[in-house]
């Protein structure tokens, strides 16, 4: 199978294609390898992949931004590609509350293209879009499912994830590209991302520096293990929606609606509370975290948590990997990283 991944570069990306190549595909990835945060482990994770797969010739990168349509069109065909599993974002909840017109650019005019290369190729088989939890963020109901509302993101970032899901109906209602929708919670692990919680509550824990505390550690996440998402997509791509059955819509408005789309929660199912987070951290560093307690931020989510029955149905796979477990695989990978 040719698959496309946007992203490729990123920390999901790199754990998709690392899985998608150990089985029998091709793996065309593209990323603009921006500065939203350190390159070098971007770079670290590109070189890994090109290591492991080029005598196979299974695996090609393009440094290349999603705003060059002319671009995608032309990858799209001469790689044959079937498959597109659009992770490539500006992702991150308090950098939207600085430059949201990165959001604008790498989500919303960035996935416009990428649709629009699709529309083009009349090739394409399945398309699966990265979507994230933020989106129910205005919801008190936990855990989250799909059918929830999520049409009121409380910070701009999850807005225009909101707004690429919406891109996405209208592209298959119009032109009959089948979407699945993943709604990503949390996630962690090795090759993580240092704008993230784990990375630099570890990172601070090491160097006795203090870690910033939102809420007072009031906030409860549900925590996903990557290599589950890899798991879950590598099993979601076989699963082409056939209707379009869980858009939130009631059956009278859907009864217009053309559109082959699925949306799918990819979390662990559990709610784990902040601090007991930071506590297994702190186990497994063997050293005290100086906790520096800040109030509420404003666009942050109190509570995320999953309602994982349509994953569990639809690839008869539940994410594994507990916290504990998890903690401690991306620690020991920090520390081979950091050579520590
Ligand atoms: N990590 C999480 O906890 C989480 C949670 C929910 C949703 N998501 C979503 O999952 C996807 C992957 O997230 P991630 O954690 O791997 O993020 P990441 O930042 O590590 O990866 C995204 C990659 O996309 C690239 N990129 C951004 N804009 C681009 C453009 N215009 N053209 C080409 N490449 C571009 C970046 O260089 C980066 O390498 C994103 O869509 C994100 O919104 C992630």
Known sequence: MNILITGVAGFIGFHTALKLLNKKNNVYGIDSLNNYYDVKIKK?????????FSKTKKFGFYKNNLKNEKFLVNIIKKKKIKIVIHLAAQAGVRHSLKKPIDYVTNNIVATTNLLEACRKSKNIKHFLLASTSSVYASSIKTPFNEKDPADFPLQFYAATKRATELMAHSYSHLYGI???ILRFFTVYGPFG???MALYKFTQNILKNKEIEVFNNGNHTRDFTYVDDIAISIQKLIKKIPKTNDTFGLSKKISHYSNAKINIINIGNGKQETLEKYISLIEKTLNKKAKKNYLPF???????????????????KFSPKVNIDKGIKNFIRWFKSYYKI
């Open 193 to 195: 991302r240092p704008d």
């Open 178 to 180: 089948p979407f699945t």
């Open 297 to 315: 931020q404003i666009g942050d989510a109190l509570n995320t948590s999953s309602n994982i029955k349509r994953l569990k149905k639809t690839i």
């Open 44 to 52: 670290l994770r590109l070189n890994l992949l090109k290591k492991k």
